[in-house]
């Protein structure tokens, strides 16, 4: 088993790295930082992370965030909090897939050792659910789910909970309501209670959410996640004070991270309150250090938000010494034009902005959308002189981006500034192009020239992969090959499989997919 160790202090590691050691580990990576912790992650796969709470550059935060953001098995690697008694209650509450144990230093060997042992146990019980994380199938995952609560069952509740996130990363809003609604029956678990919140708004019942989020927050106060549950509620539901007052909660109770920043930011500006978005900002810096340019232009925002312009020009500055990638330097010209625009520096704006769509068409689309990408958008296109840039952007949007609910917020933001035609025409553009691929495919397949018509399709998902009918016809294709015995009919039932499974995530309403979930049945044979 290997390690991963972050600890500052070089008595205390050594004694960690001792006790891992003993605990069974057969190599433990040692590190003093969290930069040196988030490299050592980019180039090994540890099947144990132990780290302390803070460090000289941040804390165990922005390294949980990134191990639970894998998309395959990683993401369940077991991550060990050693911290302050003070701390204890702040990282317990801090995030809903967060550490699988925390102990209070001091730490004895045999207390470590002993933890290891329970935490590695319970990831390995789990792991028939954990290797779905990338790609959950509903039928798959529920057959993983039974295999765990009959051969573990001393780890029920860790099971119904990963099963409950699994359901929802795959778009079963439905059957995840049901999952945590059976659970509340028999007992009242705060987490369960968190689910069904996020559950009932992704269905968009917000009055129901707002319910049930509202009597978690007030049975558990200290429970952040749920205060930001309640924020994004009241937010979808129009009112800004009440989402504004949720992240009040978050920001005075523990160190806010940058994801809840994201969230928080612009809910907080826009109802003015700059000075709990200062204290957002200050808890940031405090707990750790802004590596990424996302943050940094998050906090030039704010900055310039709360008047403070030299302090945002210094930022800036630093801003554009080091980025690097097509991404970095987008944001980085976004930030210049956003502070060039609110000093009323028009020609400087401009130029900026010009820059920063250049270098966006240029970048790998980052997917869910950043609520920044949407603002260059909008930007552009209110320009004239920028508009064709702009135009690009949003072609490259609408092609690349997978999340259906990402798509739908992109396409809402942009009626509601008046350009939704311009998103209608490029939908209707591709569209025809996928369309005129899809026939292609269907006249190779009237000819039995399956593998033409197969590639035909794929090329269609590729021209417009958001589409749920070009995903829908790539399922049949692939059906009616195993059909016809000119592929393997395990290949072709997985590959169909796969379609169904975007399918559902990118419209879970589709006319089309109850039809699809019938062919694929075991007992079904010919399409």
Known sequence: MRALLIEPHGTTRALLQSALCESGCTAVEVTATFAAAQSALANQKPDLIVSTWSGPDGNALDLLETVRSFPDARAGTPFVVLTQERQMQVILSTADLGPDAVLLQPVSSWQLQKRVHSVTARYQALLPLWRLWGDPEIETAQNALQTILRAAPQFRNAALRLYGHLLERA????????????????????????????????????????????????????????????????????DR???????????????????????????????????????????????????????????????????????????????????????????????????????????????????????????????????????????????????????????????????????????????????????????????????????????????????????????????????????????????????HGVIPAEVAQEQAKRAARTLRRLDPNYPGLQKLETLLAPQQENP
Not at 177 to 196: M, T
Not at 215 to 228: C, I, N, Q, Y
Not at 366 to 383: C, H, K, Q, T
Request: aromatic share 6%; with cysteine; hydrophobic share 50%.
């Open 241 to 483: 004070e009440a989402a504004a007052a949720a992240f009040q909660q978050i920001v005075t109770q523990a160190p806010i991270n940058r994801v809840r920043l994201q969230h928080a930011l612009p809910i907080l500006l826009a109802a003015g309150d700059h000075e709990t978005a200062w204290r957002a900002l200050q808890r940031l810096q405090t707990h750790r250090i802004p590596r990424n340019a996302e943050d940094k232009m998050l906090i030039v925002e704010a900055m310039a938000e709360t008047g403070r312009w030299d302090e945002a020009k210094a930022l800036v500055a630093e801003l554009g010494k080091w980025t690097k990638s097509p991404l970095e330097l987008a944001i980085f010209h976004f930030a210049q034009f956003r502070l060039a625009h609110r000093q009323g520096l028009a020609e400087e704006a401009t130029d900026a902005l010009r820059l920063a769509l250049h270098y966006a068409c240029d970048s790998a689309i980052p997917d869910p959308l950043p609520e920044w990408f949407s603002r260059l958008l909008l930007a552009g296109l209110s320009d004239e002189t920028l508009r064709s840039d702009a135009l690009r952007l949003l072609k490259r949007l609408r092609e690349l981006l997978r999340d259906h609910t990402t798509r739908q917020h992109l396409a809402a933001q942009l009626r509601n500034a008046g350009y939704g035609q311009l998103w209608d025409d490029v939908e209707r553009q591709l569209a025809e192009s996928a369309k005129k691929l899809v026939l292609q495919g269907v006249s190779y397949a009237q000819t039995n020239d399956w593998p033409a018509a197969i590639q035909a399709m794929a090329k269609a998902v590729e021209t417009l992969p958001g589409s749920p009918a070009v995903h829908f016809n790539l399922a049949l294709a692939f059906l009616r090959a195993r059909a």
């Open 171 to 238: 778009g079963h809003w439905e059957a995840a309501l049901a999952h945590y609604d059976a659970i509340l029956a028999e007992h009242a678990k705060p987490w369960a209670s968190l689910g069904k919140a996020r559950t009932l708004l992704a269905l968009d019942r917000l009055d129901e959410a707002q319910a049930v989020v509202t009597a978690l927050t007030d049975a558990h106060p200290r429970f952040l996640d749920a205060w930001e549950v309640q924020a994004l509620i009241a937010e979808r539901l129009g």
